[in-house]
């Protein structure tokens, strides 16, 4: 089986569309999540990009392109770009592998709110594999064109299936990652009814959210995306490019118990698949950006779930969630958050567990303190995604 190699980064996150300036702004503890749609009956907050889709595309060409699409192309091309993937890649040997939760929200929400008139690109905008089907298109990739909507998982899981292809030797590149653009009026509404986002009071939104804090209260929504170039170490080298990290193992499971509450036994068998593949112990890992919600059941299961596979080696293993800075992207979220953890491994230094300055003495793992933490030694970090539905993955990587 040949060796897995990230050669290429690409994000449009809250913190901007250069990944090593948002890893710095997650370093500095610099939150991204502020206040939305006043008009709403209940306060609401999330984390937002500055984009101008101009950039990418003419006007003619975003025609019936909804903003989860837009955004998708964008990390896809920049990721391409920092991977300098030569044109001599066959299309056949290409391929797209994307992750979305929830589609074109934008669009959908267009078409209820058009008064009667919906737009005649409607279904085409908002479709879920439309992010990847337009990756596709402006790539000229004629290889596997895949879409996993598993919820929060879905670009974890993306990763996993195309980093599977690359070993296989199926593909010569896989351009994996994820999208999402969910941050409309009926979106937030929904996630209000479900008692999951952050509560906050008027100017604390930025604050809002405290993985593993004792007086944590859920989530902030978040949008963007994130991809990652994918091939074989050999490929890599043999081209002289810069390997960011391996992506050394990966673990997918399924709780099969609940469609919305966590099970610590089936994240376990995530976690354990990710170290079996990458035939590491749990003392080699030094670092997890978490899955951390800031709910109060998800962050209590994910330490239960830890602590079942590190056991004695959990004090050596530093722990923080970044969703506190740049909200919870849903289907985009493993993907934006390996990127982050690609960074924190490569550059050995940790983003911060922020907001969290009285810890939940239940979630008992080490996290990482607010002012971030330098990690000389760090060889291997993994980023969890417990997804509703109950679907697991683990992205486990290691420095080349």
């Known amino acids: 089986m040949q060796a897995v190699a990230v050669t290429g980064l690409g994000v449009v996150s809250p913190h901007g569309s250069d990944a090593a300036a948002m890893f710095e702004a997650l370093l ?10 006043p008009e709403l009956p209940k306060p609401a907050c999330a984390a937002t990009v500055a984009f101008d889709p101009l950039q990418w595309f003419t006007k003619m060409q975003l025609t019936g392109v909804d903003r989860v699409s837009q955004l998708a192309v964008a990390a896809a091309d920049l990721a391409l770009r920092d991977a300098g993937v030569p044109g001599d890649v066959a299309p056949e040997r290409l391929g797209v592998y994307a992750g979305c939760g929830m589609g074109g929200a934008a669009a959908l929400e267009a078409a209820y709110r058009g008064g009667g008139r919906v737009p005649p690109l409607t279904i085409p905008a908002f479709m879920p594999n439309a992010p990847a089907a337009h990756v596709a298109m402006r790539h000229k990739v004629l290889g596997p064109v895949l879409t996993y909507s598993v919820a929060c998982a879905s670009s974890a899981v993306a990763i996993a299936e195309a980093a599977a292809a690359v070993q296989r030797g199926d593909l010569d590149v896989a351009i994996a990652g994820g999208s999402e653009a ?10 209000q009814a479900m008692h999951t986002l952050a509560a906050f009071d008027e100017g604390m939104a ?12 859920g989530f902030a ?3 963007g995306a994130a991809f990652v170039v994918l091939e074989s170490a050999e490929r890599a080298r043999a081209r002289g490019a810069r390997i960011h990290a391996r992506l050394a193992g990966w673990g997918i499971s399924s709780d099969a118990a609940h469609l919305t509450k966590p099970d610590a036994a089936g994240q376990a068998r995530a976690l354990n698949a990710a170290l079996r593949r990458a035939d590491l112990a749990p003392r080699d890992v030094g670092y997890c950006n978490a899955h951390g919600t800031a709910t109060k059941a998800g962050d209590l299961v994910e330490c239960e779930a830890l602590a079942q596979v590190f056991g004695d080696a959990l004090p050596g293993l530093a722990v923080s969630s970044t969703k506190a800075l740049h909200g919870h ?14 960074q924190a491994l490569a550059q050995r230094r940790l983003p911060p567990n922020a907001h969290c300055s009285a810890p939940d003495p239940e979630c008992r793992v080490p996290l990482v303190p607010a002012e971030g933490a330098a990690a000389p030694q760090l060889a291997a970090a993994i980023s969890n995604s417990f997804a509703f539905g109950g679907t697991n993955a683990v992205l486990l990587f290691t420095r080349d």
Not at 209 to 217: M, Q, Y
Not at 333 to 341: I, N, S, Y
């Open 182 to 191: 969910l941050i409309v009026p009926g979106v937030v509404l929904a996630w």
């Open 329 to 342: 992207l849903l289907g985009a979220a493993g993907a934006l958050e390996a990127v982050v953890t690609v």
């Open 28 to 37: 500095q503890g610099r939150s991204a999540i502020a206040p939305v749609f």
């Open 221 to 223: 929504l978040g949008e």
């Open 206 to 217: 930025a604050t809002s959210v405290r993985p593993f804090a004792a007086d944590r209260s």
